[in-house]
């Protein structure tokens, strides 16, 4: 019998790969899941550094008033305040962006959050190069590197808004720390209220029964893989597509899965190339489970103006560059 | 309320007491902060055995004041005060710096969860004590206790306390009480020739926050400065102790290269002679 072709996982939404796909920021769905978390948990604050409206923390301002605090500009002060704040027993969301939380205040995440073990979730927006006409010094891609290489940090990049959600919300349960990735731009809706999140657990979003490479991908660039997905379909090359929004705790299981099944990996990521998610893959594979592997990303350089496309098929995340690399991993 | 000459003389007795702790400790361990542990024996002296309130048999008691200490190095003064006030036996003081022990060589509170905060890298705490007031008045907690944190003055150099010092006098958190060793000295010198802190007051007085100046070697101010900021209801209260660093043991005293040194053996066994014929001092006065 031969094998059913390569598909899209049924709880992911149908209109995706369609022109007038409903497009909605990451960090839009992050706002909405500070309310929910507010609404839940009366322990949950949230400190902003004059970056209230920008960073999504608007909408729990309005709600809870009695439940935030400005700041100013002083992103290391709102890291180590978060921690005295969880240090009473709070759960404290810091929001920024992602360049100066975790960029600028790394030192105190390190040591009066993590070091001192208390639960503060930072939410790091405007990460990637499609921040766009910013330029460089706005588009953190380093964030992931630094943050998943501190002990007890929790890295979440969600893939779009409803899963940013999905992620906010779970974030207060964690009792650890959280870094959430957030990015500026509205990007495809991909998820539904339907599909399946946990944190730590990644999910195949594009199903093949025989492929002959495995992508694996997070944040809104999962949007480009399954594009490629579906192209490579077309010439013959089947393709199965992880959405690993956690990328620490990385689920090792489902990635050496996935190398067992596809033999040949691609990560996809908008960040350095350089101790980013494909890196915590290969660290991941190489001693499980070794494929070759190519890496999707940006290859240490920085960022500069331009719009997010542009920027994004520039520093070598485009469709074509990952149908690229999924025919180079294939040769190899 | 003004202490009693008894109280007065048992205070300077312990924080005679804590200050030999403090070289022996220095002394086994090999390593370690010598001048600023001695120069902060009165103040931490007059926090545990006269100001704070806490329950060293009950750590975690909820009510307790909490105290951030943003100096970590000094962690040697604030572990011998902790032994003195019951917290763990005397005899582990001797473990300071030793792999495994509760006495990290700055405070680890997963090692010894009766510390307030890990801490260690300058210029943080003030923040987290600032995290701790608000938490409070959230919960209408501010009332009831008070968050200290006690600060080196070289760590004001560190951009962050006046993020800090911006907030709390923003927010005016009266439930906040600070306290900066003013010794003037830091690893590299003296600190109006590292980087001019003066006019010191001024700076945070411009920042809302309500002075209180002392001589931080002497409990009876000591302990009213704490008492003055406890009846401030308008603005966090900072408390600059004037403290001679190394105080206690003349050959230490002012001198910045015992910020970042231990004593050795011979140098030990002349403080603590020091030391001793102080308290003998001290409590034949008190007769």
Request: net charge negative.
């Amino acid at each position: 019998m031969a094998d059913a072709p390569s598909r899209l996982d049924e709880t992911l939404n149908p209109k995706l790969f369609d022109d007038d796909v409903e497009e909605i920021a990451i960090r839009t769905g992050f706002g909405e899941g500070l309310v929910c978390a507010g609404d839940a948990d009366p322990r949950v604050v949230v400190l902003s550094g004059d970056l209230t409206e920008s960073a999504q923390a608007l909408a729990f301002k309005k709600k809870f008033p009695e439940r935030f605090v400005e700041l100013g500009v002083a992103e290391q002060n709102m890291a180590a305040v978060a921690s005295g704040m969880a240090a009473m027993g709070k759960i404290p969301f810091i929001t920024s962006y992602a360049m100066f939380s975790p960029g600028r205040n790394w030192e105190q995440i390190r040591t009066t959050i993590a070091y001192n073990n208390q639960p503060v979730k930072i939410a790091g927006s405007h990460a990637g190069v499609s921040v766009g006409p910013d330029g460089g010094t706005h588009q953190a891609i380093e964030d992931i590197a630094i943050t998943r290489v501190v002990p007890r940090i929790i890295v979440v990049c969600p893939c779009d808004a409803i899963e940013a959600r999905k992620a906010t919300v779970a974030a207060v349960t964690t009792g650890t720390p959280v870094y959430l990735r957030l990015a500026r731009n509205k990007t495809p809706v991909m998820t539904t209220d339907g599909t399946p999140f946990e944190i730590g657990r990644a999910r195949i979003v594009w199903k093949s029964d025989s492929p002959n490479v495995g992508f694996v991908a997070t944040g809104a660039l999962l949007h480009n893989a399954l594009l490629a997905a579906r192209t490579l379909r077309d010439e013959g090359i089947e393709v199965e597509v992880m959405n690993l929004s956690t990328v620490k705790p990385l689920d090792t299981d489902a990635i050496v899965a996935l190398a067992k099944k596809a033999k040949r990996i691609v990560t996809i990521e908008e960040h350095q190339v350089f101790a980013g998610m494909g890196s915590a893959v290969a660290e991941c594979l190489v001693e499980r489970y070794p494929v070759p592997m190519r890496f999707v990303g940006v290859h240490d350089r920085f960022g500069q103006s331009g719009t997010p496309e542009q920027l994004v098929d520039y520093y070598g995340m485009g469709l074509d560059a990952i149908i690229d690399a999924a025919r180079k991993v294939i040769a190899a | 309320m003004l202490l009693t000459p008894h109280e007065t003389k048992s205070l300077e007795e312990t924080a005679n007491d804590i200050r030999e702790s403090v070289i022996e400790m220095l002394v086994h361990a090999g390593s370690g902060h010598t001048a600023g542990p001695l120069g902060m024996a009165d103040v931490f002296t007059v926090l545990y055995f006269h100001t704070l309130r806490h329950d060293p048999k009950n750590p975690a008691w909820d009510g307790r004041d909490r105290l951030v200490l943003s100096n970590g190095h000094i962690c040697p003064v604030l572990y011998a005060t902790m032994a003195h006030a019951g917290y763990f036996p005397l005899e582990e003081l001797n473990t300071l710096r030793k792999f495994g022990s509760r006495l990290q060589g700055h405070p680890h509170r997963e090692f010894l969860p009766a510390l307030e905060t890990s801490s260690g890298p300058l210029g943080e705490g003030l923040s987290q004590a600032v995290g701790m007031a608000i938490a409070d008045r959230m919960d209408g907690q501010d009332g009831a206790r008070k968050i200290y944190c006690l600060m080196s003055d070289g760590e004001l150099e560190e951009g962050e306390t006046w993020e800090a010092a911006m907030l709390a006098g923003k927010q005016a958190l009266y439930n906040l009480v600070a306290l900066i060793d003013r010794n003037n000295i830091q690893i590299d010198g003296f600190t109006e020739q590292v980087m001019p802190l003066e006019p010191l007051a001024d700076k945070w007085r411009a920042w809302n926050w309500h002075i209180v100046e002392i001589d931080g070697h002497n409990v009876q101010e000591i302990a009213a400065a704490f008492d003055e900021a406890k009846s401030i209801y308008e603005k966090p209260t900072m408390i600059i102790a004037h403290t001679i660093p190394g105080k206690g043991v003349a050959e230490f005293e002012r001198d910045f290269h015992w910020h970042g040194k231990p004593p050795d053996a011979e140098q030990a066994r002349m403080a603590l002679a020091e030391l001793r014929t102080l308290g003998r001092k001290i409590e034949s006065e008190a007769e």
